[in-house]
T-cell receptor, first 112, second 110 residues
Framework: DAGVIQSPRHEVTEMGQEVTLRCKPI?????LFWYRQTMMRGLELLIY????????DSGMPEDRFSAKMPNASFSTLKIQPSEPRDSAVYFC??????????FGSGTRLTVV | GENVEQHPSTLSVQEGDSAVIKCTYS??????FPWYKQELGKGPQLIID?????GEKKDQRIAVTLNKTAKHFSLHITETQPEDSAVYFC?????????FGTGTRLQVFP
């Protein structure tokens, strides 16, 4: 099993640009989570899906952030427009029986 | 909402010694307590977890204890090795929403 796959690993973009982060969960897992990690705020849950349906998006910072899960094998997190304060490492995780079972390697986003 | 506090923020031990990391949580409804190890440039890796109907769980050199009354749970690593050096996170939840502690940077010196 290849684990949770995220792309890109690194993203550098200019303020105001649209950024799309991608995630492929582990096959058979029915829950998918998007987390953000910063030095100041630690690990924060942004949104999670169960059976492709968004369950809790209360952690999404503002309307500039959106997430989709069109099918069981793919999810995106989009930031439009991006701002320097969005710079962080974004993790995707998937699970079957317990939250946060398997994390991806993350996408390091830098907005300049 | 749930709040998880983790101590210490850094911990240095000699190879072969034990390391203990402690967490407290605020929501008495929390019933799932996982621990993660995060190495540089990688995502958190689930290393052990415990549910509220169990007081202790052990897996080789690592163990977790839970005191529901005091709302404390701890990670114990025995016979530490240099490869145990990493940042460790505790978390708590009663749903699918994990609330993480602030992390402990463990350094094991040879």
């Amino acid at each position: 099993d290849a684990g949770v796959i995220q792309s890109p690993r690194h993203e550098v973009t200019e303020m105001g640009q649209e950024v799309t982060l991608r995630c492929k969960p582990i096959s058979g897992h029915n829950s998918l989570f998007w987390y953000r990690q910063t030095m100041m705020r630690g690990l924060e849950l942004l949104i999670y899906f169960n059976n492709n349906v968004p369950i809790d998006d209360s952690g999404m910072p503002e309307d500039r952030f959106s997430a989709k899960m069109p099918n069981a094998s793919f999810s995106t997190l989009k930031i439009q427009p991006s701002e320097p304060r969005d710079s962080a490492v974004y993790f995707c995780a998937s699970s079957l029986a317990r939250p946060g079972d398997s994390f991806g390697s993350g996408t390091r986003l830098t907005v300049v | 909402g749930e709040n998880v506090e983790q101590h210490p923020s850094t911990l240095s031990v000699q190879e072969g010694d034990s390391a203990v990391i402690k967490c407290t949580y605020s929501d008495s409804a929390s019933n799932y307590f996982p621990w993660y190890k995060q190495e540089l440039g990688k995502g958190p890796q689930l290393i052990i977890d415990i549910r509220s109907n169990v007081g202790e769980k052990k897996d080789q050199r690592i163990a977790v204890t839970l005191n529901k009354t005091a709302k404390h749970f701890s990670l114990h690593i025995t016979e530490t090795q240099p490869e145990d050096s990493a940042v460790y996170f505790c978390a708590a939840s009663n749903t699918d929403k994990l609330i993480f502690g602030t992390g402990t940077r463990l350094q094991v010196f040879p």
